[in-house]
């Protein structure tokens, strides 16, 4: 049994302490999904609070069948799709609204660059289909295996592969002038 | 191998995701392709541009879960029917009708979520069984999840 699985038994029997771990190690990574699948850090965390509520209000019938990370990104990810179903989100939001970890040892010039190329991602991300975009965030961004991501999104190890080839092929036409070929 | 099945291959062996054996006939194939390793370089080129978007830092807390906690537990409806007084009799018919209904049904039932199967059931499955739009499948996953089904639950559900 692994230790999310412990913490999230715990909680299951009362210890709120144990929750309060559990969230304390997943919150962020619950956050950034949301905000990579939406393109709104307001609205990511609305979503991420909502699904730690919604398992908070649910601990006391948790069975440890599937890690508590797949778990949490199931329930984050289909928050998220509802949540951009409901509303369409602007992804022209500026980079620049003080949320973003930037990097700061970068010149002045370097910086305009970088931004200018992290807008370009950012669009280029949220221009994809829903599924392509929730395997990429899934797996390029979280780390999930194509299992894990599988297990996430309720579709087959062998949807994610093909969700994936489709969503770089659309990135890589997306990001073309950004794209550096050595 | 042909350079479409290879390029179909390309993103998975990036991710490492492949089995060595087809692992090795992509990197061999590569190796000696001008085209598909100029493929290969793109798509490298494409996820390592990807981690251009950084991340957001959360402002909030577990403080304000427990608070939303809170207000959700607020917002229910309170629902209790009254304490009606229920015959003894009444009950025990009531009681038995369940039991034969429920033995009917198992005996007619023949759709894919029968007693017997072995396979877990889609999330699309659980959805109708909970009588939940198919594309609002979060009370349904998070009871599915709760319940122990989410092992081994990569549906079939069709890609997008």
Redesign the interface.
Same mark, same amino acid.
């Given at each position: 049994m692994d230790y999310d699985t412990e913490l999230m038994l715990r909680a299951s029997r009362g210890e709120d302490a144990a929750f309060r771990e559990l969230f304390d190690r997943h919150y962020k990574r619950a956050v950034n999904t949301a905000y990579r699948s939406t393109g709104d850090p307001d609205l990511a965390e609305d979503i991420a609070m909502d699904a730690f509520a919604r398992i908070y209000e649910s601990r006391g019938s948790f069975k440890p069948a599937a890690k508590f990370s797949t778990y949490l990104y199931r329930v984050v990810v289909n928050l998220s799709i509802n949540a951009t179903k409901r509303r369409r989100v602007v992804t022209s939001v500026s980079l620049d609204d003080g949320r973003d970890v930037a990097s700061s040892d970068a010149g002045p010039d370097e910086r305009v660059e970088r931004s200018e190329l992290a807008r370009a991602v950012r669009s280029a991300v949220l221009s994809l289909p829903v599924n392509q975009r929730m395997a990429l965030v899934l797996t390029r961004y979280e780390g999930l295996s194509y299992h894990d991501a599988a297990q996430a999104m309720g579709v087959s190890v062998g949807a994610v592969e093909s969700l994936l080839h489709r969503a770089k092929q659309n990135l890589r036409k997306a990001l073309g002038e950004h794209i550096s070929l050595e | 191998m042909r350079c479409s099945k290879v390029r179909?291959l390309?993103?998975?062996y990036l991710?490492s995701?492949l089995e060595e054996r087809r692992s090795a006939e992509v990197r061999e194939h590569v190796d000696a392709c001008d085209a598909c390793r100029?493929e290969l370089?793109?798509?490298r *080129?494409?996820?390592s541009?990807?981690g251009?978007?950084?991340?957001?830092?959360?402002? =909030?807390?577990?403080d304000? !879960?427990l608070a939303?906690?809170d207000r959700?537990?607020a917002a229910k409806p309170r629902f209790e029917l009254p304490a009606l007084p229920v015959p003894r009799w009444a009950a025990a018919m009531l009681a038995v009708a369940s039991v034969a209904g429920g033995v009917l049904l198992g005996t007619i039932g023949t759709g894919s979520t029968s007693v017997g199967s072995n396979k877990p059931p *889609?999330?699309q499955q659980v959805a109708v069984a909970m009588d939940v739009q198919p594309?609002? =499948?979060?009370e349904a996953? !998070?009871?599915y999840?709760?319940?122990?089904?989410?092992?081994g639950?990569?549906?079939?559900?069709?890609?997008?």
């Open positions: - | 179909s390309l993103t998975s991710d995701e100029a370089a793109a798509l *080129s494409v996820t541009t990807l251009e978007w950084a991340e957001v830092e959360p402002r =909030l807390g577990f304000a !879960l939303r906690v959700r537990a *889609s999330a594309h609002d =499948l979060v996953s !998070l009871a999840s709760l319940g122990g089904g989410l092992q639950s990569a549906s079939e559900r069709g890609a997008q």
